[in-house]
């Protein structure tokens, strides 16, 4: 959809050092980025490219955020975020995600791996990230601990888009995902990944065999070079009440990054033998700062976006978010190493990844007459597909009123969900391909494929999605 | 799955003249049989066929059984049909199935075709096919029409399969569908489908532009080869009320067949302007006679198949049936040129199609320790796929009492077809590989797409799919 890409505004001022940027990462990054960049730059500029070899003078710049205690924020989005880094359109970034259940088996995803190490610190005296959640700092709810869970994703970011405005959509373009590599020199070249089965997944009411309930982590195993394309169970075993630093018990998995003692767990190898699993590298959490409040858990997707768990959202994906604030505000979290639509059992393969992106901003002036016109929804544009995504509530930041945040999750819908998909089809249908209502609902019905996308996020969802080449005929 | 395909039993006996089958037909068809079945015959007998060119003796035959009034029943499933064809395990039968939406637009589905016209004949005294639905033949309830349209499919059938026993497993493979060539010479080399945005669809009482509400019939037409691999859609036009032959004034689309009087409608040509739509011919009803009731309205799917709107069930594709009754009693119906998962509006591209397929009966004795141990619900396999299929009750016709024909219709779900999907999930990787539960339930959640069937036939669907090569290492 490259004529989408023409509103991308300013992206002349350069940027030699990103806070925190790395110098030396940058420098072969944006020659590396010219010849993406290239796509979204005016035929002047294209033609004075041809004439001299070189960099597109002032066309992008590449910024890297590591993940560290101060990169990231946990648990919550915030429009009161002060950016990590502040990005031109047409600007690429790569961000450094951590899987908020890396403490599941921190040898496998922690040890000795220093941005990891800040982030999930917790000693008897204080936690390398102390607030987990967008409840009370004290944490008087449930008294699980600071942000009292009520969110639980590690975002990395926010990254900051200059000139973006409410109105406005941000064109995320999925360049690269990579998993992080395990630093712990015992598991060489291999990076983990957790599964939990936990209390908030589909299953957990519905068992068949004793302990009921129960939940269960699955420890996973993925080449760290990510060329192999499968993953593979390592041990699994169940969770007992784990004492956290400050001497609290959980005992369900009822606050993220809770340190495992692996000596009150029973460690069961060797499951799911000769089972390979296709990995599916991609961000559950990948959206803007929502308007609506100014602390949002982060679980519940909205209309910004965020903990949307489509593994379509990968490398060679592109999203398009409406804009809610000035700044846009990306942050990315939640990085999977694979699902399956629905996340049943409440997570994926929960793995540290590494995303590169680049940010396009459509000016909301630009919008009219092009396909972005009016999108008030994430929408996701593969090589084949165009993917929209409904939740039981659109906007229930909104529409479940004040205490929307705790309403969501009483609320939870597959056919709410199914109505919301399907009014957004209609929309894109109308709008994007000038269809009349009748045309579209018909065109649904036969061609467009629905699917469950997660059932464990509060604000459930189903996707719609319909193939590109249906309107290659015209 | 070709160790599935032992059990065969019974194939000894031969059939030279399957009524009504045509007999040169058969002798062609017996050749091309010959070679698919050898898949399923022992060992001595592919070495004793290897000895000596020709047919496998007394392995196959093929029966061919034409649409027609004596050859269908509409709207419902019926143990007590007596079957218009009966097979052994191993032999192919070739079913015509009519679209019962081809009144829709007769000149293009019906004129010139003896068979579809000898089942859509209607004139002031009587119809080709009285019975209409499982209601009563006298119209009490509604006045519609005899059998009141409770249950719509024209159904091809039911194949009696010789040795068949309840606790039995019916394997189909369909070995070829063809869309049925529009006999009418104004319309040579073309097939036609329609598309009924009906007042049952998920969209109906949600429409944005007037008339509200309101239905819509649109034509689409498919090359009658079958080698392009696309429809467009012809015109559309909103349904008026349409008198039937017996008088009887029909609002909306409240029976089957009702004859369309194009006069009273008005055509919309040019609909769906160079979109072209994938086709997928498949069956929308494909399954068993149910024992838990005599007359089976045919629109809700049930634990022995029926209606289940999963587009995959097309060529290629292997379905496996609890047997129910005995003689199994297969029929097809509902045949669609293309349907998206959830058939959105009430309809696919109803279209008549003729299927292929062979039939392999695997006696309940020989299940023990296979894969099809303990399977009560419908099963589907493709190349590269498991799909378990999910319904609002998995067994609505026990679950909801006496009145569960009428009331399965109050108590459409999502969210519990998603539910009962999971759960057989749960049991096919529990039993057929032999996984712990809790291995099941993590794998489920990384590895198993959930999507939305349909969301318009009584008993709402979610499948669910596995790919086969996660297995491919043990």
């Known amino acids: 959809m490259s004529d989408l890409a023409n509103g991308s505004g300013d992206s002349t001022e350069t940027h030699e050092q990103g806070e925190p940027g790395r110098r030396d990462f940058l420098k072969g990054a944006l020659l590396a980025g010219g010849a993406v960049a290239s796509a979204t730059a005016g035929a002047a500029t294209v033609y004075a490219q041809a004439m001299q070899p070189g960099r ?22 915030s429009k009161s975020l002060k950016p990590v880094v502040e990005v031109a359109s047409g600007d690429f970034v790569t961000l450094e995600v951590l899987t908020h259940h890396a403490n599941d088996d921190a040898s496998r995803m922690i040890t000795g791996d220093p941005g990891a190490e800040s982030v999930f610190y917790w000693d008897r005296q204080r936690k390398g990230v102390d607030r987990r959640g967008a409840g009370p700092m004290q944490p008087t709810l449930f008294g699980r601990g600071a942000g009292e869970g009520l969110g639980v994703h590690i975002c990395t970011g926010p990254v900051g888009v200059r ?164 700044g846009a505000l990306l942050s990315a979290g939640d990085s999977h190493a694979s699902q399956g639509d629905s996340e049943l059992c409440g997570t994926a393969i929960e793995c540290s990844l590494t995303g590169t992106f680049q940010l396009i901003l459509h000016k909301r002036a630009t919008l009219a007459g092009t396909a972005l016109e009016g999108l008030a929804y994430p929408l996701l544009e593969t090589q084949d597909d165009w993917v929209l995504h409904g939740f039981s509530y659109a906007n229930y930041l909104v529409e479940l009123g004040a205490d929307a945040q705790s309403k969501i999750y009483e609320k939870s819908s597959i056919d709410l969900a199914m109505r919301d998909a399907f009014r957004k089809m209609r929309h894109f249908l109308m709008t994007t391909k000038g269809l009349t209502e009748d045309e579209a609902i018909s065109l649904t019905s036969v061609a467009v494929d629905f699917g469950v996308t997660q059932v464990v996020d509060g604000n459930w969802g189903v996707h719609a999605i319909i193939k590109k080449n249906l309107f290659a005929g015209a």
Chains 1, 2 share one sequence.
């Open 56 to 77: 597109v003078p002032g066309t992008t710049n590449h910024y890297h955020v590591p993940a560290t205690d101060k990169t990231v924020h946990w648990g919550y989005f």
């Open 163 to 326: 000139g973006a405005e409410p109105g406005d959509i941000l064109e995320v373009r999925i360049v690269d995902v990579k998993p992080r590599p395990c630093a712990n020199p015992q598991y060489k070249g291999k990076s983990f990944g957790s599964n939990a089965a936990a209390w908030w997944g589909f299953h957990y009411k519905d068992l068949l065999t004793d302990p009921k309930p129960r939940e269960v982590i699955t420890i996973y195993e993925i080449d760290a070079s990510g060329e192999r394309n499968w993953a593979r169970g390592v041990y699994n075993f169940q969770w007992t009440p784990q004492t956290d630093p400050f001497g609290v018990v959980h005992k369900t998995i009822d606050y993220p990054g809770v340190p495992v003692n692996h000596s009150t767990v029973k460690e069961n190898h060797g499951v799911l033998k000769n089972v390979r699993i296709p990995i599916r590298p991609h961000f559950g959490v990948l959206g803007l700062a929502p308007s609506e409040a100014d602390m949002v858990d982060s679980i519940p997707p909205n209309r910004v976006g965020g903990n949307i768990d489509d593994w379509r959202i990968g490398k060679g994906a592109t999203m398009y978010y409406p804009v809610a604030v000035p």
